[in-house]
């Protein structure tokens, strides 16, 4: 455990580094210095978790400048009285202060179902948004939601932004890209370029992704790390769905995704059926046909779409 002195080091380093990253100005070697000292120390990381909360609940909202004397300690440039701003809200243990009006401006991004749909955002960066999702993007705070659905990120950005999916919060320092879904059964996280950083209660820290890896937390709370095949898991963004030896129950599921018709299985009996192959969006019947070709079982047409029984 640090000791009192110390750990008000940290506190005061993890503050300036927001303040840095939040920066206008700030380059890709204060981003590597960052790095260095984050992995210098499980308690950097810790501590920075911690503050770049606060940071998010306290941006846009005027305070006093601290003393500059700590900017010199990190050997950074003299903090500009927005990046001071800055250290103030992060350097305040247990401050709560309500969000100025600029603070909770927010742009929707959202799409239908069946509608894959890209969407510019500042500095450069794009969100591609899956079928029936939705993202609030709140630009002062640096910071998006996802509220449903699926978002593919491009961060391109030279400063740091957030995603809260779930219980999970994405966060962008450089140059990224990631695949960010949430449903009824899990909520995930996938590094597909770049490094990430990506904070879950249940595991008590940050954890870094690297390029291919994938956090998911689900609905009773287990916590899985892993690599996914990201030719099946990013293949919405080419229109169409691939499945490997899948489940017949979890591939109607993600097509249902896709089409207001849905598919139900009118049996359990069903649903282990296993079945590999692609699927284009819009083309339920197509998707319908091979089923009856490749599996033991019928279509029933009714209005409110199809039921798939055993033959």
Same mark, same amino acid.
């Given at each position: 455990?640090?000791?009192?002195?110390? %750990?008000?080091?940290?506190?005061? #380093?993890? &503050? @300036?580094?927001?303040? /840095?990253?939040? &920066? #206008?100005? !700030?380059?890709?070697?204060?981003?590597?210095?960052?790095?260095?000292?984050?992995?210098?120390? &499980?308690?950097?990381?810790?501590?920075?978790?911690?503050?770049?909360?606060?940071?998010?609940?306290?941006?846009?909202?005027?305070? *006093?400048? *601290?003393?500059?004397? &700590?900017?010199?300690?990190?050997?950074?440039?003299?903090?500009?009285?927005?990046?001071?701003?800055?250290?103030?809200? !992060?350097?305040?243990?247990?401050?709560?202060?309500?969000?100025?009006?600029?603070?909770?401006?927010?742009?929707?991004?959202?799409?239908?179902?069946?509608?894959? /749909?890209?969407?510019?955002?500042?500095?450069?960066?794009? !969100?591609?948004?899956?079928?029936?999702?939705?993202?609030?993007?709140?630009?002062?705070?640096?910071?998006?939601?996802?509220?449903?659905?699926?978002?593919?990120?491009?961060?391109?950005?030279?400063?740091?932004?957030? +995603?809260?999916?779930?219980?999970?919060?994405?966060? +962008?320092?450089?140059?990224?890209?990631?695949?960010? /879904?949430?449903?009824?059964?899990?909520?995930?996280?996938?590094?597909?370029?770049?490094?990430?950083?990506?904070?879950?209660?249940?595991?008590?820290?940050?954890?870094?992704?690297?390029?291919?890896?994938?956090?998911?937390?689900?609905?009773?709370?287990?916590?899985?790390?892993?690599?996914? #095949?990201?030719?099946?898991?990013?293949?919405?963004?080419?229109?169409?769905?691939?499945?490997?030896?899948?489940?017949?129950?979890?591939?109607? %599921?993600?097509?249902?995704?896709?089409?207001?018709?849905?598919?139900?299985?009118?049996?359990?009996?069903?649903?282990?059926?296993?079945?590999?192959?692609?699927?284009?969006?819009?083309?339920?019947?197509? +998707?319908?046909?091979?089923?009856?070709?490749? @599996?033991?079982?019928?279509?029933?047409? #009714? *209005?409110?779409?199809? /039921?798939?029984?055993?033959?």
């Amino acid at each position: 455990m640090k000791d009192g002195s110390e %750990a008000g080091r940290i506190r005061d #380093d993890a &503050a @300036l580094w927001i303040a /840095r990253l939040h &920066a #206008d100005d !700030c380059t890709d070697d204060d981003r590597a210095r960052f790095l260095h000292w984050l992995h210098a120390d &499980a308690a950097h990381a810790q501590t920075f978790e911690r503050l770049t909360d606060l940071w998010d609940m306290g941006a846009g909202v005027s305070l *006093p400048v *601290p003393p500059p004397v &700590a900017a010199r300690r990190l050997s950074m440039p003299a903090l500009s009285r927005r990046q001071a701003m800055a250290v103030a809200v !992060c350097g305040v243990a247990g401050l709560v202060v309500p969000l100025a009006p600029a603070a909770n401006a927010r742009r929707i991004l959202r799409t239908q179902v069946g509608e894959t /749909r890209g969407f510019a955002i500042d500095g450069g960066a794009v !969100c591609r948004l899956d079928t029936d999702s939705r993202v609030t993007l709140i630009p002062a705070r640096r910071l998006g939601l996802l509220d449903g659905g699926q978002v593919f990120v491009d961060w391109r950005a030279a400063y740091p932004f957030a +995603f809260r999916a779930g219980p999970l919060v994405l966060r +962008f320092f450089s140059r990224a890209e990631a695949d960010v /879904r949430e449903d009824a059964a899990s909520t995930g996280v996938t590094a597909v370029s770049g490094r990430v950083m990506v904070q879950a209660p249940q595991t008590g820290r940050a954890t870094w992704l690297g390029q291919g890896e994938r956090l998911r937390v689900f609905a009773g709370g287990r916590v899985e790390h892993d690599r996914p #095949d990201l030719d099946e898991l990013l293949a919405w963004r080419r229109g169409n769905l691939v499945f490997r030896n899948g489940r017949l129950a979890d591939i109607v %599921a993600e097509v249902n995704r896709y089409t207001t018709r849905k598919i139900v299985l009118s049996t359990p009996r069903l649903a282990g059926m296993r079945l590999s192959g692609i699927y284009n969006f819009g083309k339920e019947q197509d +998707f319908l046909e091979i089923l009856s070709r490749l @599996l033991p079982l019928g279509v029933v047409a #009714d *209005p409110s779409g199809y /039921r798939l029984v055993p033959v």
